[in-house]
Structures are given as structure tokens and as C-alpha cells.
């Protein structure tokens, strides 16, 4: 039950609106040799004004044949993704999955004609009661995240080795606020905060983390685990210590009767319920461009791209405030409804539940309801996370402060107008975001996501999160089906 089966964390790259593809930087590189190029002949020829007629009628049929050519790679681009950006979305073939050939998930293209458990719930008395053997330097240990020092030892390992783009440029700043909202929700188990040490020195370097959940998959409502954090030092990936806790973290779900997992990766591990594609949506494009989070696009100034992604200041829906605790029940029952549009969703069964994942917490997640000026009544609510990034080596920037899109519901009408009022309401998140001084607000394209992400001028980005379940057999399904937001 984890992220990856041969390394730690989950894959994410960072792109956004604005990021210049290949061919475009081909054709920069390309155009700017054609110039040089040109610019040696006219010099050298300077004497000869048939000389240089002649040379200029080779470099426009050298341009345009170099035109041609670019626009043929760009129609195979457009219909053929590059491999380096797809990568991890590559299917393997189950025999190279050593460790998940071994464990209860579907198998690549294998059919599923009816969901339920791959293997039956394991009698208490034959789960194995020892933890899984550790090569002979390192130990388990449970870590208490009320213990500010412990806390603090896993805020640093995150940081310095869990979800980090190719290029090494940004790493996910997880605040000790934000790791106690994600693991400690109603009902968590500490047993289920696994880690590893360093015998000699005592040393944290491997993690991973389990959270009670309640999920709906099509009809079935199940109490499981949600898998997250799965993080090993960078230095000791060769020690193969995932699939160790993985096994581990197993064992303690079983020994507390949970028998089935959900989990999310970036890479295509055996076998996905549903992939989902993140988007961005530029809020500070000059930073973002200044730390190489995007670039600037080809013969576009500066000026133009800001007042691209320029935003009321002011949001526009009436009625619209931050959630108070007061409005608890109502999000609870507003968000319960909307969710019996999707597939595969959370299930929020107490008022304590919404009260954890989607009260506002200062700089750990905001939320907002949309009260109707004459009833009094909750109609709508949206929330969005805080999720920063570290920015390396960059002389100016030391952080990209971003959010990502979390739960929201509105109240329905038909088809078309509830398409617009999310659009609006979402729009008015962005406003909000910016106010705080956000530079990029993230999404997937799950629940209705698709249907704003155009028009409010979201940009795709490069990562995929894949959706898993352990020791359960269901149905494929479209991302806009899921209604399951991990952190």
C-alpha cells in the first residue's frame, strides 16, 4: 500500500501556463544559428551587392524549409507527447514489478467484471505479530507527532527528500502545521506513523503513514487505510527499505482489521483505478518566470503575460465569506450530496471530519461558503490547500507560495447554470488565493475541474497522479469521476 515499489516518493513535475515546449525552444536555438549564419555572409560580402542578393534568397529558402520542418514536428508533437514527459507514465510489464507481482492489486490489463476484495480479511490470529526484519543498521520506531522534536525530525526528512522536480529546482516545504492536519485526522492510529532510524546514531530516514478514511467505490462504502509520505533518504534507496514498510505498514492495518488501501503515485504501478493530470494556474507569472517555475514564451513580453493572468480584486459572488464553525453540519450535508454525482469519493460521516479537513487553519487550508443574503442558508463552499515549495539555488526566491484546489460543492440547478456558477465561484478562489499573496494555484482535473479549467486559464502541467487500491478489484473509471483529493 504506497506510492512507488522501487523508490519513496511520489513523482510530480512542476510546469506552467506559459512553459515553452521543445519544438519552440528547437526553433529558438535554430533561428538564432540562421541569424549568426547570416550575419557572417553579409560581413564577408559586404562588397558584393550580388553576392549578397544571392546569399539572402539561400537564407530565406533555408528559413523556410527550416519552417516547414518545425511545423512538421510540431503536428507529431501535438499528437505524439515527448518521452521525457511521459516517462513515468509508461506501463510495465507485471513480471518487472518484483514486489507488487506479490501483493493483492489487479494486474495490467487484466478485466474486472465485478469489484470486491481480491483476498479475504486475514484471521487476527494468523497476522503476524512481529514487525518486518530491517537490515541490521536501522530499527522501527512509531513517532509521536505531539512530541515537537520528533515532528520537527520529520518535517526535515520530507523536505530534504520527498516530492522534488527532475530538474531539482523545487521541493515540497511541509510546515509541522500542515503534516498535523494530514496525519492526524478523527480517529488516527499513531501506531500507523511508521518510521525508520539509524540504530547507531538514531537518525530518521524513512517514513510512511496511514490515516483511517471512508471511501464510496461505485456502491460499495469502505472503511480503509490512505496511504501517503512514503519517503526514504536519497542516499539509502539502494537499501530497497520501501517495499520493507510498505509490507510494515500492511501488517499494522491488518492487525487493527483494515484489510483495503487507497493510494496515489505518479508513476503507473499495478494497476490504476483512474489518472489524473495536474494544472496550474499562474497568479504571480514575474516570479514564476523568475525562478524558472515557467518560462516566458517566445516574443511575448513580460507585461503582456501579466496582464494575461491580471484578476478582479474583488470577488464577484454575493453572500461570499470564510466558514466559520458554525457552518460545519451545513458543508457536511452540501458536500455529502454533491458527492453522489462521482464514482470513487470521500465520505465525510461526522460533523468532526469537516471540522478537521475543511474548517479554515491559518496557512494550513482556507475555506469559504457562499451564504444566500435572504435565507441564511450555506449554497455553495469551496477550499483550497497551502502547500509551499522551495525554491534551490535561486539568487532571489527562496519559496513559491502555492495552493492546490481541495474539496468544494455547490448547490445544483440545471446542467449549464451549475457549470457556470462553479466557474465563477472558482474564479473568486483565485481571487482569494492572490489576495494572500499566492504565486500559482494547482489542481487536478477530478471532479468538475474540467469544466472551468480553459476559461479560467489553467495551464496543463507535465505530472499525472495515478489512483490505486489495495486488495480491491474495481472497475476503470475518468478522472472527472473521482472525488478523491490527497495531500
Known amino acids: 500500500m504506497d506510492n512507488q515499489d522501487n523508490q519513496d516518493n511520489q513523482e510530480q513535475t512542476y510546469d506552467g501556463e506559459g512553459e515553452t515546449s521543445p519544438t519552440e525552444k528547437l526553433r529558438a536555438k535554430q533561428e538564432k544559428r540562421n541569424s549568426k549564419k547570416a550575419q557572417k ?65 489487479p494486474k495490467h490489463g487484466e478485466t474486472v467484471e465485478k469489484d470486491g476484495p481480491i483476498e479475504e480479511n486475514t484471521p487476527y490470529e494468523k497476522i503476524r505479530k512481529e514487525p518486518y526484519p530491517l537490515p541490521k543498521e536501522f530499527e522501527w520506531v512509531t513517532l509521536d507527532l505531539d512530541n515537537e522534536s520528533e515532528l520537527n525530525e520529520l518535517y526535515i526528512l520530507l523536505t530534504n527528500n520527498y516530492v522534488e522536480d527532475d530538474d531539482a529546482m523545487f521541493r515540497f516545504d511541509y510546515s509541522g502545521e500542515f503534516l498535523n492536519w494530514a496525519l492526524k485526522p478523527p480517529g488516527y492510529k499513531k501506531i500507523w506513523h511508521v518510521g525508520v532510524r539509524v540504530s547507531a546514531t538514531k537518525r530518521l530516514v524513512a517514513f510512511v503513514s496511514g490515516i483511517p478514511a471512508d ?34 505498514i500492511t501488517r499494522r492495518s491488518h492487525l487493527e482489521g483494515i484489510f483495503q488501501a487507497v493510494y496515489t503515485a505518479g508513476v ?20 514564476l518566470i523568475e525562478t524558472n517555475f515557467s518560462r516566458l514564451p517566445l516574443n511575448t513580453p513580460m507585461s503582456r503575460l501579466i496582464k494575461k493572468f491580471k484578476l478582479p480584486s474583488e470577488t464577484s459572488t454575493p453572500g461570499i465569506r470564510p466558514m466559520l464553525e458554525k457552518d460545519i453540519p451545513a458543508v457536511r450535508v452540501l458536500l455529502n450530496k454533491y458527492m453522489n454525482k462521482f464514482d470513487f469519493v470521500a465520505v465525510f460521516k461526522t460533523d468532526e471530519d469537516v471540522k478537521h479537513w475543511i474548517l479554515t487553519k491559518e ?43 481541495f474539496y468544494y460543492a455547490i448547490q445544483e440547478t440545471e446542467e449549464k447554470a451549475s457549470k457556470s456558477k462553479l466557474k ?51 472497475r476503470e473509471m475518468g478522472s472527472e469521476k473521482v472525488g478523491v483529493v490527497m495531500l
Open 424 to 474: 465563477i465561484l472558482i474564479k473568486d478562489a483565485l481571487i482569494l488565493a492572490k489576495l494572500k499573496n499566492v504565486d500559482v494555484f494547482n489542481c487536478l482535473d477530478l471532479l468538475e475541474n474540467k469544466s472551468f479549467i480553459d476559461e479560467l486559464k489553467f495551464g496543463p502541467g507535465d505530472g499525472y497522479l495515478n489512483y490505486y487500491m489495495y486488495n480491491w478489484r474495481c
Open 41 to 105: 555572409k553579409a560581413a564577408k560580402n559586404s562588397g558584393s551587392s550580388s553576392s549578397s542578393a544571392l546569399d539572402s534568397n539561400v537564407s530565406a529558402e533555408l528559413q523556410e524549409k527550416v519552417r516547414i520542418l518545425f511545423n512538421q514536428l510540431a503536428i507529431r508533437e501535438a499528437i505524439q507527447p515527448s518521452s521525457t514527459s511521459s516517462n513515468s507514465q509508461k506501463v510495465k510489464d507485471m513480471s518487472s514489478h518484483k514486489f507488487w507481482s506479490t501483493q493483492p492489486v
Open 363 to 405: 496557512n494550513v487550508i482556507w475555506s469559504y461558503v457562499v451564504e444566500n443574503p435572504t435565507t441564511k442558508k450555506v449554497t455553495d463552499f469551496f477550499s483550497f490547500y497551502y502547500l509551499p515549495s522551495s525554491v534551490i539555488g535561486n539568487p532571489t526566491h527562496k519559496t513559491i507560495n502555492a495552493v492546490y484546489l
Open 268 to 287: 503507473v504501478l499495478p494497476r490504476p483505478i483512474s489518472k489524473a493530470r495536474y494544472f496550474h494556474r499562474s497568479l504571480n507569472p514575474k516570479k
Open 215 to 248: 471511501i464510496r467505490i461505485y456502491d460499495s462504502h469502505q472503511h480503509l487505510v490512505e496511504i501517503n509520505f512514503l519517503c526514504v533518504h536519497k542516499k539509502l534507496r539502494s537499501k530497497r527499505l520501501a517495499p520493507v514498510l510498505i509490507k510494515e
